[in-house]
């Protein structure tokens, strides 16, 4: 899940809390307005009124973003769930060339080269292990740490 999707949509979430405070707020200080105003006296009550129906109106907006939020949230809990279930395909394509790698490198044995071939796919052996239980975090390649293009996987130990 990338994180900056996550972020986004936490700070979209903020927002809209600090609106809802900022209105509920604004709403109070109007609706105190109205204690001790004579309610027949129609020039005295009306302009507190329509700062209600402004704040009323402004929270409609408001639930309106929420609901909007709201959706994008479900969709960023379900977007894990529908890759999982999409990356099974993947995974088990990986282990077949894994395991075939093993297979042809045990038919290689003794040529040039294949001490450091087993240890390379011994090494990538374990990096499969370890992304298969999730003990893995992204780090920058040394190469280019300025583009997430050159991302690796790291063991978390």
Same mark, same amino acid.
């Given at each position: 899940?990338?994180v900056?999707?996550?972020r986004g949509?936490?700070?979209v979430?903020?927002?809209?809390?600090?609106?809802?405070d900022?209105?509920s707020?604004?709403y109070?200080e109007?609706?105190?307005?109205?204690v001790?105003?004579?309610?027949n006296? @129609?020039?005295?009550?009306m302009?507190?009124l329509? +700062?209600l !129906?402004?704040? %009323?109106q402004?929270m *409609?907006?408001?639930?309106?973003s929420?609901?909007?939020?709201?959706?994008s949230?479900?969709?960023?809990?379900?977007?894990?769930?529908r @890759?999982?279930q999409d990356?099974?395909?993947?995974? +088990?394509r !990986?282990?077949a %060339?894994f395991h075939? *790698?093993?297979d042809?490198l045990?038919a290689?044995?003794?040529a040039p080269g294949w001490?450091?071939?087993?240890?390379?796919?011994?090494g990538l052996?374990?990096r499969l292990t370890?992304?298969? +239980?999730?003990r893995?975090?992204p780090?920058?390649? *040394?190469?280019?740490?300025?583009t997430?293009?050159n991302?690796s996987?790291t063991?978390?130990?």
């Amino acid at each position: 899940m990338p994180v900056d999707a996550i972020r986004g949509q936490t700070d979209v979430a903020e927002r809209i809390r600090t609106d809802v405070d900022g209105t509920s707020q604004q709403y109070a200080e109007t609706r105190a307005l109205l204690v001790g105003k004579d309610e027949n006296d @129609l020039d005295e009550i009306m302009p507190v009124l329509e +700062e209600l !129906v402004a704040q %009323a109106q402004g929270m *409609a907006e408001i639930g309106e973003s929420f609901a909007g939020l709201s959706e994008s949230m479900t969709d960023l809990r379900e977007k894990p769930q529908r @890759l999982r279930q999409d990356l099974v395909p993947l995974r +088990e394509r !990986v282990h077949a %060339a894994f395991h075939a *790698a093993q297979d042809e490198l045990t038919a290689a044995d003794g040529a040039p080269g294949w001490f450091g071939w087993q240890a390379d796919l011994a090494g990538l052996g374990d990096r499969l292990t370890a992304l298969d +239980e999730g003990r893995v975090v992204p780090t920058r390649s *040394a190469r280019s740490p300025t583009t997430t293009a050159n991302w690796s996987a790291t063991l978390v130990t």
